[in-house]
């Protein structure tokens, strides 16, 4: 494409009110603004996402942060005009959201805003799925300012691991419209596992954050959780399992010892091995399947830093190259929801008028 285009992309699939605005021109990005209104502190005490309550505060967010996406467009453009010319002399495209999994509330806060903006100014909606939005952020190949940079180059076929709150996936994508799951967690998602585990250890939401610090000081090998499918002959996964020997080895221990920081850190450790051991197997059995040209891991849960060292060391002994997100991108956020409009338009699929977007929250890719 030799055309210089710029996307608003909005993404409200969860718990984070995000919107971004990026500028492209031949494979080379500049992002003119990428805002993120988190939600955790007001999910925090319930230790997880509560649905109703995640909707409304979109409700309350998704304009005071589109206003501010404005005022950083106006700066960018040094311009006076105001707030519907800005927006319709420079914006080509509005990205949603509006599929592949999610809370249907808090989607349709994002769905709808995307919709009233593409009405008024006239400009076509990009339909995004949330999983392939979040293994595309893998593409932005970011220049030290960490502000702009060039796209990555696509080579089919591609396997993902997409591991999140919500899903555990491997993907097969062999070309741009071609995508297949081709193994799927059979119960809690690994992001699940790792929030579920932390709640019943008492330490607070998201899990896998803080049980991945936590690990840090503690002894991967000290306790042997099991490591359910490890062995089955497919690519599913089941991560149950796994959270309830954490409980039953958690209520055998002495008062003394629930608070006791190092053996906690040791159930930190070794039950954030026994994930990474599966997620890794799994990748493993599928890249020595489908021989992929390139690997890439993503979502939420791919910001684990002893999960990335490890399956880029284990990607690199098979003739796999090997892509993940930068961390702050591996979280729900906007930007990836702009590259995979980006790589929509691009490809010409999923582009729409306003009148014929929906919300569906199925976890199809
Ligand atoms: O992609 P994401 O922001 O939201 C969903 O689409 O679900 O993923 C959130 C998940 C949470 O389960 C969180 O505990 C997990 O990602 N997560 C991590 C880490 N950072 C976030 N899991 C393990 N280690 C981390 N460092
Ligand atoms: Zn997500």
């Not at 699939?13 to 031949?26: F, G, L, R």
């Not at 690994?190 to 932390?198: L, T, Y």
């Not at 850190?265 to 390139?294: F, H, M, R």
Request: with cysteine; net charge neutral; glycine share 6%.
């Amino acid at each position: 494409m030799n055309k210089k285009i710029t996307i608003l992309a909005i993404e409200t699939t969860c718990d984070d009110t995000a919107i971004s605005i990026v500028e492209y021109n031949n494979n080379n990005f500049n992002i003119i603004s990428n805002l993120i209104s988190s939600q955790i502190k007001d999910h925090n005490p319930f230790g997880g996402v509560v649905p109703e309550l995640a909707s409304r505060i979109h409700i309350k967010n998704i304009i005071p942060v589109l206003d501010k996406n404005i005022t950083d467009l106006k700066k960018y453009y040094k311009s006076e005009k105001n707030t519907f010319e800005i927006l319709r002399e420079n914006i080509d495209y509005i990205a949603i959201t509006n599929k592949g999994g999610g809370l249907i509330g808090s989607q349709v806060v994002g769905v709808e805003t995307a919709k009233t903006l593409s009405f008024l100014l006239d400009k076509p909606i990009v339909s995004i799925n949330h999983i392939r939005a979040h293994i595309l952020a893998s593409f932005f190949n970011f220049n030290d300012d960490k502000n702009s940079g060039t796209i990555e180059n696509i080579s089919f076929p591609i396997i993902a691991l997409t591991i999140s709150g919500g899903h555990t996936q491997l993907v097969l994508i062999k070309d741009f419209s071609t995508w297949e799951i081709i193994g799927k967690t059979t119960d809690d998602a690994a992001g699940e596992c790792f929030d579920k585990i932390a709640k019943l250890l008492d330490l607070g939401y998201p899990g896998g954050p803080i049980i991945s610090k936590l690990a840090e000081n503690g002894n991967p090998e000290s306790i042997k959780f099991p490591r359910p499918m490890i062995n089955s002959k497919d690519l599913n996964f089941s991560f149950s399992g796994l959270k309830t020997a954490v409980l039953y080895h958690f209520n055998e221990l002495k008062e003394s010892e629930k608070k006791d920081e190092q053996i906690i850190s040791n159930i930190c450790a070794s039950s954030q091995q026994a994930i990474i051991d599966v997620l890794s197997k799994k990748s493993l059995d599928a890249i020595e399947k489908y021989t992929p040209g390139l690997f890439i891991l993503a979502g939420g849960v791919a910001a684990n830093k002893r999960l990335r060292e490890t399956l880029k060391n284990e990607v690199k002994k098979y003739n796999t190259e090997f892509l993940m997100p930068e961390i702050p991108l591996c979280m729900d956020n906007a930007l990836m929801v702009n590259i995979a409009a980006y790589f929509n338009i691009l490809n010409n699929v999923d582009i729409f008028d306003y009148k014929s977007i929906k919300s569906n929250i199925n976890r199809t890719i």
